[in-house]
C-alpha cells in the first residue's frame, strides 16, 4: 500500500529570503564582457585584468571604467576614444601605444609607462601619477589638471598647449620637453620641479612663487616680469 504523499518543496523562512533578495539587489554589477577578448568598445567596467599581456589590442573607445590593468603589459595598443576613468595602472605599460582622445580621469598610476604614447587631447585630471615615464609622448592638448605627478619623467615630451592647472608637479623633470606654444602651469605646485633649459616665455599662469621653488639653469627662459632664482641651478638629489 502506497504510503501518504510526501511534499519535498519548501520556501526559505520570510528574514532568509529578504536577506538574499536584498544581497542579489545591492550586489555589485558583473560586466557581461569580463570574460570577453579584447575588441573595439569592449566593456571592461570593473573587470580584474592584473598581470597580463595583452600588448597590440585594439581598446579603442572601450570602456575601461575602474579596470584593474595592475602590471599589465600594454604596450603598443590602441586607446583612441577609450573611457578609463579610476582605472588601475600600477606598474603596467602603455609604452607606444595610441591614446587620443582617451579619458584618464582620476585614474590611478605608479612607476606606469607611458612612454613614446599618442595622447593628443587626452584627459588626466585629478589623476594620481607618481614616478611615471612620459618620456617622448605627443601630449600636445592635454590636461593634467589636478593631476598628482610626483617624479614624473616628461623627457622629450611634447606638452604644446597641455594644461597643468593645480596640478602637482613636485620633482618632475620637464627639463627636455618639447612644446611650440603656451602652457598653462596656473598655481601649479612646482617644488623642485626640473626646468633646466626650457623657454618658457610664453607659459601662463607661472609665478616667481613658484620659480623661487623650482629648479632651472642658465639657459631656461622666463616670462617678462619674473626672474630666475639666485639658487639656480639647484643641487639636485
Not at 14 to 42: E, K, Q, R, Y
Not at 54 to 67: C, F, K
Not at 145 to 156: M, P
Amino acid at each position: 500500500m502506497a504510503g501518504p504523499e510526501v511534499n519535498l518543496s519548501y520556501s526559505l523562512p520570510s528574514a532568509i529570503a529578504v536577506g538574499f533578495a536584498t544581497f542579489l539587489a545591492t550586489s555589485p554589477a558583473i560586466s557581461a564582457d569580463c570574460a570577453s577578448m579584447a575588441h573595439s568598445g569592449v566593456d571592461w567596467q570593473d573587470c580584474p585584468k592584473r598581470a597580463l599581456i595583452i600588448r597590440e589590442s585594439d581598446l579603442s573607445g572601450a570602456n575601461l571604467v575602474e579596470t584593474d590593468f595592475t602590471s599589465t603589459d600594454l604596450r603598443h595598443s590602441n586607446f583612441d576614444g577609450a573611457n578609463l576613468e579610476g582605472a588601475t595602472l600600477v606598474r603596467s605599460s602603455l609604452a607606444g601605444s595610441s591614446a587620443k582622445g582617451a579619458n584618464f580621469a582620476k585614474v590611478e598610476g605608479y612607476r606606469t609607462d607611458f612612454s613614446g604614447v599618442d595622447a593628443q587631447g587626452s584627459a588626466f585630471i585629478n589623476a594620481e601619477l607618481q614616478r611615471v615615464e612620459f618620456s617622448g609622448a605627443n601630449l600636445a592638448g592635454t590636461s593634467f589638471e589636478k593631476a598628482e605627478l610626483g617624479r614624473a619623467n616628461f623627457g622629450g615630451a611634447d606638452l604644446t598647449g597641455s594644461r597643468f592647472t593645480l596640478a602637482n608637479l613636485a620633482r618632475a623633470d620637464l627639463s627636455m620637453a618639447k612644446f611650440t606654444g603656451p602652457l598653462d602651469f596656473a598655481n601649479a605646485f612646482f617644488y623642485l620641479t626640473r626646468l633646466g633649459g626650457l623657454d618658457l616665455s610664453a607659459a601662463t599662469g607661472l609665478t616667481q612663487y613658484q620659480l623661487d621653488m623650482a629648479c632651472g639653469d642658465a639657459e631656461t627662459r622666463l616670462p617678462a616680469g619674473l626672474t630666475a632664482p639666485a639658487s639656480w641651478p639647484c643641487k639636485l638629489d
